[in-house]
């Protein structure tokens, strides 16, 4: 069964607004990432944030990590068109594999 | 999609026959992963290489097969395609760096119709 799950499943808002996404996971992690697809394609490496970590910053994405929640949250600040995609986040529990959720679609209008 | 191709890319097939998708891999990484993806799953794995020779199964492995001869090369095979097994599928890599770190790169997908 999936490890983690996003909320919302969907959301909708205006270019140069906040995006803000939740993951929540059932079982000890070594580390969590987030991901990007847009339409029709592969998933794309986004962030990672180890479990010792508590706020992982790259560019316009902040991800925060509450280990004692097993959650954690994906912001995208001044959203631009092209976040419009879908968002997965994923567990590392250190066994070769990640768990990935059933992912939050993202879209900004104009 | 940095060094890896899955092919075909679409395929149509019916019932009751095998397929075979191809992952193939330029980056000599270790770790392969075959995954499908379908309406409000996610991602689910299948199987997955940590070397050559070297496959486990996923969490939704039954009815697919897959082998791993060369460190580049990962076939996924459906024995006997079944409706339920239509899908998108992704080829993903990694190598394994340290006991924390496990970043995959996606292959760009195989949309597989079973009618």
């Known amino acids: 069964s999936q490890q983690g799950e996003e909320d919302p499943q969907a959301l909708s808002i205006q270019e140069g607004e906040n995006a803000t996404m939740n993951c929540s996971y059932k079982?000890?992690?070594?580390?969590l990432q987030w991901y990007r697809q847009n339409s029709g394609r592969g998933l794309v490496h986004l962030i990672l944030?180890?479990?010792?970590?508590r706020e992982k910053h790259s560019g316009r994405l902040r991800v925060t990590l509450d280990t004692s929640k097993k959650s954690s949250s994906l912001l995208i600040t001044a959203s631009r068109a092209a976040d419009t995609a879908s968002y997965f986040c994923?567990?590392?529990?250190?066994?070769?594999?990640?768990?990935f959720g059933a992912g939050t679609t993202v879209t900004v209008r104009a | 999609d940095a060094g890896i191709t899955q092919s075909p890319r679409h395929k149509v097939t019916e019932t009751g026959t095998p397929v075979t998708l191809r992952c193939h891999q330029t980056e000599n990484h270790r770790y392969m992963y075959w995954y499908r993806q379908d309406p409000g799953h996610g991602l689910r794995l299948i199987h997955y290489?940590?070397?050559?020779?070297?496959?486990d199964k996923g969490e939704v492995s039954d009815g697919y097969s897959v082998s791993r001869s060369k460190t580049e090369d990962f076939l996924l095979t459906l024995e006997s395609a079944t409706s339920s097994q239509t899908s998108v599928y992704f080829c993903?890599?990694?190598?394994?760096?340290?006991?924390?770190?496990?970043?995959?790169?996606f292959g760009p997908g195989t949309r597989l119709t079973v009618l």
């Open positions: 079982t000890s992690i070594n580390n």
């Open positions: 993903a890599i990694s190598e394994w760096a340290g006991s924390s770190y496990n970043e995959q790169f």
């Open positions: 290489s940590y070397g050559v020779k070297d496959t």
């Open positions: 994923a567990t590392d529990a250190g066994d070769y594999k990640l768990s």
């Open positions: 944030i180890r479990s010792n970590e």
